[in-house]
C-alpha cells in the first residue's frame, strides 16, 4: 500500500544517493596486490590474487602491526596525531588523525569509526556521550578529513576497482584504530566501546575481533561482505563496473576481499565478554539489509547473542528524525546498560 511518508523518504535516500554519486571520482581497475601484500611481487593474474588473499585470511597477524603501539602518538588541544603504520602514496594519508572530547571521566571511552565519504564529524552526537561521562574519540578513517589528498576530498581512493588498494585501506584503518585502543588503555581509561557506521563498521569489525579489551561494539546500517556490499549498493555501482571491465565477477570478487569480509572474524566477535548491537535500515539501498541479517546469523551461530535494532528507513534517513533519536535512544542504552 502506498504511504506517502515512506514514498518521501526513499526520495530523500535516492537524492542523497546520487549527489554522493556525483562526487565520486572514476579510478581504473587494478588488481594492486603489491598493496595488499607487500612481499607479494608482480601478480597480473586473478587466481595468484586469491591465493594470497586466502593466505592473509589464515595469517592471524594479518591486522596487527608490528613494532611498539603508539610510538609518536601526539595529543593537543583535542586532537590526537600518530604516523600511520602503513605508509602510502599519499602524503596526506600517512598521518592518522582522531578528535577526542572527554567528559572529565576514565570510566568509559567510545572509539568511533564514521561512514564512507563523511563530510563533517559527529558533533552533536558526542556532546550528548560526554554530558554522560562518557569520553568519545573519532576516528578519521583512512582518505577522510585530514587524511584526503589535495586534489580529491572525496575519499574515494578508500574503495575502489583497485582491489589491492581497498584492502590495505581496511587493514591500514584497523592497525591505526588498534593503535589508538592501546593508548587509550594505557591513558587508564576502565570500559572501551566501539561504533563503527557503514564503511566504519568493517574497521570498528575487525578491530573489535582482534582487541579483546573491547567490551562492546555497535555497528550501524552496516555488513561483513565488503565485496556483497559494492555488488548491490546503489553508491557503489561505478565502483562495480570498473570491477567488471576487468573481468572480475561476484564470486571472483569475493574470494579477493575475503581478507576484508568481517564474518571471517565471527568466532572471534562472538567471545562471551563482548556485547554487540545492531542498527539496520529495512529500505536500506546502499548496505542491503539482507546482507546485514546475513552478518548477524553468521555471529549468532558462532555463539554470539547480538541486540538488534531494525528501522523502517534507509541508509541516509538513517540520521533523519525520527531515527536519528529512536538509533541514538537505543544505541545509548546499549552502552550503558551492564553486560
Known amino acids: 500500500m502506498y504511504n506517502p511518508w515512506f514514498a518521501w523518504l526513499d526520495r530523500c535516500d535516492e ?9 565520486r ?7 594492486g596486490a603489491q598493496l595488499a601484500f607487500p612481499a607479494a611481487g608482480e ?11 586466502q593466505q592473509a585470511v589464515n595469517d592471524p597477524d594479518f591486522f596487527t602491526e608490528p613494532g611498539a603501539p603508539h610510538v609518536g602518538l601526539q595529543e593537543k588541544d583535542g586532537w590526537i596525531r ?8 599519499t602524503e596526506e594519508n600517512n598521518t592518522a588523525w582522531a578528535r577526542i572530547t572527554r567528559s572529565g571521566s576514565r570510566d568509559h571511552v567510545l572509539v568511533a569509526f564514521h561512514h564512507w565519504g563523511a563530510e563533517q564529524r559527529y558533533t552533536k552526537f558526542a556532546k550528548h556521550l560526554v554530558k554522560r561521562g562518557i569520553t568519545i574519540v573519532e576516528v578519521a578513517l583512512p582518505y577522510h578529513f585530514e587524511r584526503s589528498p589535495s586534489w580529491h576530498p572525496h575519499a574515494d581512493m578508500f574503495v575502489s576497482p583497485n582491489l589491492g588498494r581497498t584492502i590495505r585501506s581496511i587493514r591500514q584503518g584497523v592497525w591505526d584504530g588498534r593503535r589508538i585502543i592501546r593508548w587509550l588503555e594505557d591513558e587508564g581509561y576502565e570500559k572501551i566501546s566501539v ?18 579489551v573491547v567490551r562492546k561494539a555497535a555497528f550501524f546500517v552496516t555488513a561483513g561482505s565488503a565485496a556483497d556490499v ?35 572474524c565471527a568466532a572471534k566477535l562472538a567471545r562471551p565478554d563482548l556485547d554487540i548491537h545492531f542498527v539496520l535500515g529495512m529500505r536500506d539501498r546502499v548496505v542491503l539489509p539482507e546482507l546485514t541479517e546475513r552478518y548477524i546469523g553468521k555471529l549468532k551461530d558462532a555463539g554470539a547473542n547480538p541486540s538488534v535494532m531494525r528501522l523502517n528507513c534507509g541508509h541516509a534517513s538513517l540520521s533523519r528524525l525520527p531515527y536519528s533519536i529512536l538509533s541514538g535512544v537505543g544505541f545509548l542504552r546499549f552502552l550503558q546498560r551492564e553486560s
Open 15 to 23: 537524492n542523497d544517493a546520487r549527489l554522493a554519486v556525483s562526487k
Open 25 to 31: 571520482r572514476l579510478f581504473p581497475f587494478d588488481l
Open 43 to 53: 601478480v597480473t593474474d586473478i587466481e595468484e590474487f586469491c591465493a594470497l588473499a
Open 82 to 89: 600518530i604516523p600511520s603504520g602503513i605508509p602510502t602514496e
Open 195 to 212: 561504533l563503527g557506521i557503514s564503511l566504519g563498521g568493517w574497521v570498528a569489525g575487525f578491530l573489535t575481533a582482534h582487541e579483546p
Open 230 to 264: 559494492v555488488w548491490t549498493g546503489r553508491t557503489s555501482q561505478t565502483i562495480r563496473e570498473g570491477i567488471e571491465a576487468g573481468g572480475i565477477g561476484l564470486n571472483e570478487l569475493r574470494r579477493a576481499w575475503e581478507p576484508i569480509n568481517v564474518e571471517t
